[in-house]
């Protein structure tokens, strides 16, 4: 049987008929990076930085999966991938790892946090992405995508809009090598046209509908972008001359774990000019643009219907994306650009304004915070707290280290699965170290980056000899975190 969701701890006092209204803005594959309150100054995002301005951000939040699936799922459970599942999104392992308690698993995959609303009338609600958790959360639609992910059109496409001549400006574009992902292109359609836009229209019509009722809503709108199929409209792409990001040199590669060298880069590699580069990175930055002026859209009608300070507003991401840093594109590793997303939280009533929080924080802490601002009490068995002591400042630091997972054996993609297994991150404020923490793998392959004197995590130290303290510390963090232990900053 799964765990209650009633039993808990004290949290911010709110009688049932006076409980905010809840509207959670999802990204799909967007890293800290892409707005301009994280510090990207060729990023156009006002409205998502006038949330920060106005709330908290978190510089520091870490996802505990760097794929979709098992990092939402984490989310809305406030527990790690292992113990929940899935720990990839794919297949069957052909060998079970044996770090998995099948039987709690099963036992813990029952719960959801979002029951905890359910529960109490205030049944949350979705338009766009859903991903993972469908039964606890009503879907109110989604828009339809223009093209899929290899940017080919859609029936959707075909039917409404026919395919323009040509289909792309300039005929550029860029994909991955492999799989041939859509990674940057300009689409010659109108802004209004994409799904992103849509998406935007489905929101602003939900609202003002929801506008009419008395009771509090909880309403998460999930946007694509800017996941592959990448693609803007021509006034919506961002210079790539303005773009600063590296791009890795031989040195730094082949320092690199064998696993990402071969595997990782044969599933993500892209052999790219630096013109489909620098379209790449313009196109996946002008997608964040477009998601920015929905969100104005949202904002206004919160506004004009006096909703605004009524609404926690809560801003996340489900992981990162690589632009080509470190040879990669797309997701399933742990450098900064895949597991630091933005998260921001505005709730006058509640929260500072313009504060930052930069002690690192993990998304599973993230629902537990929301159930304590809307006055329920936060579930005393989950893994996820609620960040309200931080954001007091009762407390000075959070977590002794933070955690990620992924689990390649049970990936979707061969290359992965062969001889691999789950693998694993811990962050410190300091440092990171990535390696595979699992039986089936006897080499753990690892990489460790000093985060303060190395933040692009160029330099792989995990063979420099005179770091084995470090990483024997940062294994036994692994090996404390794997048992259940408490290892928050009391």
Known sequence: MGISLLAGC???????????????????????????????????TPNIDRLAAEGVRFHNAIVQNPVCIPSRN??????????????????????????????????????????????????????????????????????????????????????????????????????????????????????????????????????????????????????HAPHVGCYVPPEYFVDPALIDLPLPTEEERALKPRFEQGPLHEYAGADLTPEQIGLARGTYFGMINLVDVQIGRILNVLEEQGLLNKTIIAFTSDQGFQLGEHGLWKKRVFYEDNVRTPFILRYPKALPKNKTIEDPVELIDFLPTLLDISGFDVPREIRGRSLMPLINGQVAAWRKATFSEIDHSQSMYDELRQGTGRRVMVRTTDWKLVYFFDSRVADKDGALYHLIEDPGERINLYHDPQYRGVIARLEDLAERWHKGENLFIE
């Open 10 to 44: 004290g949290s911010v006092a709110h009688a049932a008929d006076s409980r905010p209204n809840i509207l959670w803005i999802g990204l799909d594959d967007a890293r800290a990076d892409v707005l301009g309150s994280y510090g990207a100054a060729w990023a156009t």
């Open 74 to 223: 984490s989310m809305k459970t406030g527990y790690y991938p292992y113990e929940v599942g899935p720990v990839e999104m794919g297949r069957t392992p052909e060998v079970k790892g044996d770090y998995i308690d099948h039987e709690r698993m099963s036992q813990l995959n029952e719960t959801s946090l979002l029951d905890v609303w359910t529960n109490s009338g205030m049944k949350p609600m979705n338009l766009g992405k859903l991903h993972a958790r469908h039964d606890c959360i009503n879907d109110l639609g989604d828009a339809p995508r223009l093209v899929n992910v290899r940017g080919e059109p859609t029936p959707f496409f075909r039917q409404q809009i026919g395919i323009p001549e040509p289909l792309y400006l300039n005929d550029l574009t860029a994909h991955t090598k492999k799989y041939q992902w859509l990674i940057g292109g300009i689409l010659n359609v109108k802004p209004e046209l994409t799904e992103t836009w849509r998406l935007g229209d489905l929101a602003v019509e939900q609202l003002h509908e929801l506008s009419e009722q008395e009771d509090p809503f909880f309403l998460r709108v999930s946007f």
